[in-house]
């Protein structure tokens, strides 16, 4: 391997991530501005639902199945691809058919009109073969064009959608129409650049063989989607129904300043989640684990620099009023650790084809949440939800070991090939790190001090600086 690739690539997808971010963040200001409360409390409504339908209609089969699919197909990627967004466009044709035979009620339920319902379908149609493309770059390395496109594209949706409040109207439905047209239209051309309808005639028996895998290696991933997307919401749903919408607002504050941690967390897994498969593929799973240690260490080290800044963070960007957010951030930051731990494990698990085993996680993890997040927030307050949300995550990381372990066992690798005594010792510093911060609020001096150590160990250690 060489590693130099991976290094830069995890720089460049991090600064994209982050730019991205921003654009989002600083956009922010100008539609609460420009929409009323009530226009950009719809707009919200219909982007916490898009995703739920999203998953639906694609069966997201330009992610997992594609990502494992590259390789078992390594010598007809072309007309893999093309069966691969074919097939995608066949089930969220079906799946758009029943969404406009029942449209009354999925517009009510969306609280937008037919027109922005019809334009999400026509989304739906173009954008796997957009995230084919992106996932195939990955596999070759090829950051920069991934760079460029995902900056390009958040910049593109997010100025239409600017320009469709200004020019058109200031509503939902004219943010949310206008950002879905421009974000089909630039997903368009992939799909005439990717798609070989010729090539897909003469290889009918292909075709079929390579619909066969991606359905059944696909499907049970569409549980785990939509349990892990219950497990990022239920919490704030649920405070929200017991204690109130301003506890909810607070939580929602801290989930997501501490979900900023996720932009480096999914610049390492976009540059290592390639190489991972190849180098099972290759039968070197040692290789992995010594790079995920390394992985582990690094990510660490970040989260711990972003939680030490936290007070200064809260303190500029808000109010006192949400200075009691820094009771939760750090179990939910650290909880960011153990969901990059478990995607390593999940990825042996996808690579062999158990996806039931990932489905099975998620789905019992997503109910052990909502329980423990009932008991905690009658008993202990809002506030429990942050710790509850850091044990599924634990829970999720433990589970995927232990089917990791039985997967590598049938597929004749050693388990000793993932050295988890060190995980458990960095995973162990990483739950510390929950009460030592807290501690270390208090004393700002020696909380700069950390930091600037921090950065002094990034740079060095991804060669930003000389040395």
């Not at 600083?26 to 009323?36: E, W």
């Not at 199945?65 to 072309?78: E, F, H, S, T, V």
């Not at 999925?106 to 989304?123: F, R």
Request: glycine share 4%.
């Amino acid at each position: 391997m060489n590693n130099k690739i991976q290094k830069k690539a995890t720089v460049w997808f991090t600064v994209c991530n982050f730019i991205v971010k921003g654009i989002s963040f600083i956009t922010i200001p100008l539609f609460t501005r420009l929409l009323s409360p009530f226009e950009y409390g719809t707009m919200s409504v219909y982007y916490s639902y898009e995703q739920f339908f999203l998953i639906v209609a694609t069966l997201e089969l330009s992610l997992g199945a594609y990502q494992r699919g590259i390789l078992k197909y390594k010598n007809d990627i072309r007309l893999f691809t093309s069966s691969l967004i074919v097939l995608s466009m066949l089930i969220t044709s079906l799946i758009g058919l029943v969404i406009v035979l029942n449209i009354n009620y999925i517009d009510n339920l969306l609280q937008v009109t037919a027109q922005t319902t019809l334009w999400m379908i026509v989304y739906f149609l173009f954008q796997p073969s957009y995230t084919c493309w992106q996932n195939y770059q990955r596999f070759k390395y090829k950051y920069k064009s991934v760079v460029v496109s995902t900056i390009a594209y958040t910049l593109l949706s997010t100025l239409a959608a600017l320009a469709g409040i200004i020019f058109i109207s200031p509503t939902s439905n004219s943010r949310i129409v206008s950002s879905l047209i421009v974000q089909s239209l630039f997903c368009l051309p992939f799909v005439f650049k990717l798609v070989d309808i010729k090539m897909m005639v003469n290889s009918k028996n292909k075709v079929i063989d390579m619909w066969k895998f991606c359905l059944n290696f696909q499907w049970p991933l569409v549980f785990h989607s939509l349990s892990y997307l219950v497990l990022g919401q239920s919490d704030k749903v649920m405070i929200s129904q017991l204690v109130g919408p301003s506890e909810a607002g607070l939580y929602s504050v801290a989930y997501t300043l501490s979900n900023v941690a996720i932009i480096f967390q999914t610049a390492i897994n976009q540059a290592y989640k390639p190489w991972r498969y190849q180098t099972i593929e290759n039968g070197q799973l040692s290789k992995i684990s010594k790079a995920t240690i390394s992985q582990l260490v690094v990510l660490l080290v970040v989260i711990t620099g972003f939680i030490l800044l936290m007070p200064e963070i809260i303190s500029i960007l808000f109010t006192r009023y949400y200075y009691h957010c820094l009771q939760i951030i750090p179990p939910i930051t650290i909880g960011v650790y153990f969901m990059f731990l478990y995607t390593v494990f999940a990825d042996v698990e996808s690579y062999f084809g158990k996806t039931k085993y990932i489905m099975l996680v998620s789905v019992v993890c997503a109910i052990i949440n909502i329980i423990g997040n009932y008991i905690g927030i009658k008993n202990y307050g809002y506030e429990s939800c942050a710790y509850v949300t850091l044990f599924s995550y634990v829970l999720f990381s433990f589970l995927h070991y232990l089917f990791m372990l039985k997967t590598i066992k049938q597929n004749s690798f050693k388990q000793s090939d993932f050295p988890i005594k060190t995980i458990c010792f960095i995973s162990i510093v990483a739950l510390l790190i929950v009460p030592l911060s807290l501690m270390l609020y208090e004393f700002q001096y020696i909380r700069f001090v950390i930091f600037i150590m921090i950065i002094v160990y990034i740079s060095r250690k991804y060669n930003l600086v000389k040395h």
